[in-house]
């Protein structure tokens, strides 16, 4: 693997769980707290962020921080001519958040410019983990999306399948196919009791996190009590079923470059809906992808 690609080999679903069971306490709210009752299927608790673009000054701390927690590739200058001459920065499989400016027109007509936070959505019915064939890709317990390069075999469902086109793919890997997207910290502070790098990098406050209701009742709470400020629309509340993810604004989120055509319902039934038209080859592929799958927990088991 070169310097440019993320180090993480080695990890699976149940490292990862051994590794929250150990977590600390901390003053902060920590993610144990986050777990959801058994038999309940409220994503009320799931740990989340509300992104206010009306408070980001377009610092890119967030993405130095992003890229110093998970070890990604420093290589870009985040700072040079800001903010006036910014170069347009990608999501990028080693490059996991992005902020950019982006102009649109107001309730009133104006153009602004608002600096835009990008990264996962970490959605709460995932269609990537429900496309991945072997397991790559997984819901962790405290509900973000994780992704295991040791069972990625590059077949970039993933990307096709992603609402908000967000996993990236290196394209120069070889035979050691990675996708990269935006982990939640959740190895590395999460499950230690630690805000998300971006979050804790934050000077403004245009980054909170906390439960997923509690960050909706307060978003809903500051429409309310500056409705000149805010559009009334969150959006992450109800785009794809909801994300994890809430951002709210006082530009149209369209207007932003937000993709405004996704549906509001969860998207993986959607996706069983398109296999179960084509019975064979949704068959064919569960019995090749099934059989990999198996031969990779017993792997995982043996270990």
Known sequence: MNQHTPDMKGFSRR???????????????TPSSFAKDPGKTSFANTPSVLVDVTRCIGCRACMRACK????????TDLSEGF??????QELRFDQWTVVNPSTGANANGDAVTRNIKSQCMHCLEPTCVSVCPVGALTKSELGPILYNADRCIGCRYCI????????????HSGLSPV???CQFCTRNRLSQGRLPACVESCPTGAL??????????????????YPDRY??????????GGTAWLYMSDVPFENLGFKSSVETSPMPPLTWDVLSKIPIVAAAMAGLFGTLAWSLN???QSE
């Open 68 to 75: 110093n927690a998970n070890e990604l590739p420093d290589n």
């Open 179 to 181: 996708v990269g997207k």
């Open 15 to 29: 490292r990862f769980l051994q590794g929250v069971i150990g977590g600390t306490g901390l003053s902060v709210i």
């Open 298 to 300: 017993r792997q995982e």
């Open 231 to 240: 559009i009334n629309h969150i959006y992450g509340e109800k785009e794809a």
């Open 160 to 171: 096709m399948a992603c609402p908000f086109d967000i996993p990236k793919y290196e394209w």
């Open 208 to 225: 909170k996190f906390g439960r997923r209701d509690s960050l909706l009742f307060e978003a809903k709470a500051r429409i309310d009590s």
């Open 83 to 88: 903010p006036i001459s910014w170069e347009h």
